[in-house]
Each structure stands twice: as C-alpha cells, then as structure tokens.
C-alpha cells in the first residue's frame, strides 16, 4: 500500500508525463479532492506538498477547517450549492468551482466579505444533457457567464465540468472537448478566462489532454471513499 506522499508524487509524475507526451501547453494544477477525508489525512497530504484542497460538503468541509487554521490550505468548493448555504462558502473558500445559476452567484457576491480578495468562481456546465445533474446547458452558459461578470465580488476564471464516467476513452474525450469548446467560444467573445476544471481520478489524462488547468483528484490520492460524508 502506498503512502499519500507516493501516490502524490505519483499523479504529479503522471500529469507531468501526459503534458510532455502531447506538448500540452498549458498549467495543469492539481486539486486534491478531500471529501469524506479526515483533518488528520488531509494534513498529510499538505506536509507531502499539496496545498489546494476541494470539498463537496459545507458542514464537513467547515469542520476540516476549523481544525487546520494553522496551514496555509487554499480550499475549494466543488459540490452542489443550496441557496442557504452561500454566506458561508463565500466566507470559508477562495475558489467555488459549481456556480450553475444566476440566483447563486448573486447570493454568493452579496456574501462575500469585502476584506477577502474576490471569489474565484468556475462555472459549471452540463455538457451531457442528464436532467439529474448540476451545470447549466451550453445554450444558457453565456447569459450566465455575462452576469457573473458584472459581479464585482466575484472573479469568473472558467468552466468546471463532470461528465458522465464512461469506460469508453471516446465518448469521455468526446464530452470534455465539448467543454473545451464551450470555454473556447467564451474566449472568443472577449471573456479573460484561464481555468478549465475537467478530469478526475479516472480520466485526468484524457482531461489534461482537451486542455484542463485544474484537475479534481480524489481516490487516486487517498484512496478509495466510504460512500457518505464522515460529518454533518
Ligand atoms: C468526488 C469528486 C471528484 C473526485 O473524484 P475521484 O474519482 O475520487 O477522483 C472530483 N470532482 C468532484 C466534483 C467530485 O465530487
């Protein structure tokens, strides 16, 4: 069994081996996703070098918190958002990568403390038109993305995106470049955006390759998740 040091060091190897082999330009960052992970293991993690940490649930993910105020973790939030859980998200995290409706952002904004930089916010986009789950359609993804904007609390770096895992390497390098291509339009109609956030444990090389700059790892960094939060 290898120690979260090795496997870190590992997927950092790995991102590093898939950017060469294609020449892929770009900045791919990694974010550990710590749902469902102790303090205790996330602290290890941080001492092994990994510094930006995603979280999926507010009570746990505020737990954790308050009990590494001594490490200077950048958090990020990546799960679904109720409306009456935006105050603290916008207090306790630098980056909320799941913004999928106007009503959010706003609260979001309203909630941001004036001595915090702006929230670093991604939009996520649903590019497999399953009904159940979050992002907006690409169809709705620019009105979103022009009023966010005008959101001066708020700093809109991108697209997060979940497709639907796929054992077929086609489909899933199918469904991230759609992501990509939805990034790109934004990109050619004037918006400063620097942050694709595609690619887990399963697919992040494939992600990596239709351009992501920040991938979500969780299992194959510490390994496999007990199905629900540990807290509430
Ligand atoms: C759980 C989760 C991940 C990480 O998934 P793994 O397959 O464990 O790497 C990434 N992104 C989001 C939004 C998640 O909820």
């Known amino acids: 069994m290898n120690t979260i040091s090795e496997r870190l060091q590992l997927i950092l190897a790995n991102i590093q081996a898939v950017k060469n082999s294609g020449g892929y330009p770009q900045t791919v960052q990694l974010l550990a996703v710590s749902k469902t992970q102790t303090a205790a293991t996330i602290r290890q993690a941080y ?8 979280e999926n649930y507010l009570q746990e993910a505020l737990k ?6 001594d490490l200077s973790i950048e958090w990020h939030f990546i799960g679904p958002i109720q409306s009456n859980k935006t105050q603290p998200i916008a207090q306790h995290f630098s980056w909320v990568h799941s913004i999928d409706r106007l009503k959010i952002a706003q609260r979001l904004n309203d909630a941001r403390p004036l001595d915090l930089p702006p929230l670093q916010v991604c939009i996520q986009i649903n590019v497999d038109s399953e009904a159940s789950k979050g992002g907006v359609a690409a169809h709705e993804l620019e009105d979103l993305a022009a009023a966010i904007k005008a959101l001066p609390h708020l700093r809109l ?3 997060m995106a979940i497709p639907e895992p796929s054992s077929e390497q086609n489909k899933q390098r199918a469904q991230f470049h759609q992501v990509r291509q939805c990034y790109d ?8 955006l620097d942050t694709l956030s595609i690619g887990m444990s399963e697919d992040y090389p494939i992600a990596i390759e239709q351009g992501a700059t920040i991938v979500r790892i969780g299992s194959a960094l510490f390994g496999a998740r007990q199905p629900k939060p540990i807290a509430n």
């Not at 954790?64 to 105020?69: E, R, W």
């Open 47 to 54: 001492d092994a070098g990994q510094h930006f940490f995603g």
């Open 64 to 69: 954790k918190q308050s009990q590494l105020t």
């Open 157 to 159: 770096r991108g697209l």
């Open 185 to 192: 339009d934004l990109l050619a109609k004037g918006y400063t």
